[in-house]
T-cell receptor, first 110, second 116 residues
Framework: QQPVQSPQAVILREGEDAVINCSSSKALYSVHWYRQKHGEAPVFLMILLKGGEQKGHDKISASFNEKKQQSSLYLTASQLSYSGTYFCGTETPGTYKYIFGTGTRLKVLA | EPEVTQTPSHQVTQMGQEVILRCVPISNHLYFYWYRQILGQKVEFLVSFYNNEISEKSEIFDDQFSVERPDGSNFTLKIRSTKLEDSAMYFC??????????????FGPGTRLTVL
């Protein structure tokens, strides 16, 4: 039931790109993406609604394919500040239950 | 910018004791949530709350847990008889609408609960 993220962990050099995937076995209304730094609360990055939309914020963008029940987060030209654990969050239609994905640890090296 | 606040930041308690974790959501928000994160693990949904009642709860949210909005501003999570495995970071979140409406959730800084 919990969305599965891949990869589990990734190490990048500053300036490199990364893709984080989130896959659910259940139909989704929306997908949220969060970044959590060690010892801190998750911080909202963006939300995608059904309709296959894409969104972008600075050098971070995401897509949502509701038919495949998948979302991907794209980080381009990564910066040191991108380091953290990324979670997707999903809401199943007909419930008020909000489920976080398994998480992807990303580390950007100088 | 308005933010969600939580108190205390760290709570240490003995097994079997009751604890109350407090949250002040953003003032015009209507939906409230509690999450738990065991150190190094995923964020787990506990409960959602709307219109003064529980909207949804997870399997983790058993009879030992309860939530309340006692005074229109605070939102509390009570654990009646703590167990060692309740040790975790507890996050409160609030939003003005559910995810399907395109709303986001704003997280508080968390309360680290340590059960000895």
């Amino acid at each position: 039931q919990q969305p599965v993220q891949s990869p589990q962990a990734v190490i990048l050099r500053e300036g490199e790109d990364a893709v984080i995937n989130c896959s659910s076995s259940k139909a989704l209304y929306s997908v949220h993406w969060y970044r959590q730094k060690h010892g801190e609360a998750p911080v909202f990055l963006m939300i995608l609604l059904k309709g296959g939309e894409q969104k972008g914020h600075d050098k971070i963008s995401a897509s949502f394919n509701e038919k495949k029940q998948q979302s991907s987060l794209y980080l381009t030209a990564s910066q040191l500040s991108y380091s953290g654990t990324y979670f997707c969050g999903t809401e199943t239609p007909g419930t008020y239950k909000y489920i976080f994905g398994t998480g992807t640890r990303l580390k950007v090296l100088a | 910018e308005p933010e969600v606040t939580q108190t205390p930041s760290h709570q240490v308690t003995q097994m079997g004791q009751e604890v109350i974790l407090r949250c002040v959501p953003i003032s015009n928000h209507l939906y409230f949530y509690w999450y738990r994160q065991i150190l190094g693990q995923k964020v787990e949904f506990l409960v959602s709350f709307y219109n003064n009642e529980i909207s949804e709860k997870s399997e983790i949210f058993d009879d030992q847990f309860s939530v309340e909005r006692p005074d229109g501003s605070n939102f509390t999570l009570k654990i009646r008889s703590t167990k060692l495995e309740d040790s975790a970071m507890y996050f409160c979140a609030s939003g003005s609408g559910m995810g399907a409406s395109g709303d986001t959730q704003y997280f508080g800084p968390g309360t680290r609960l340590t059960v000895l």
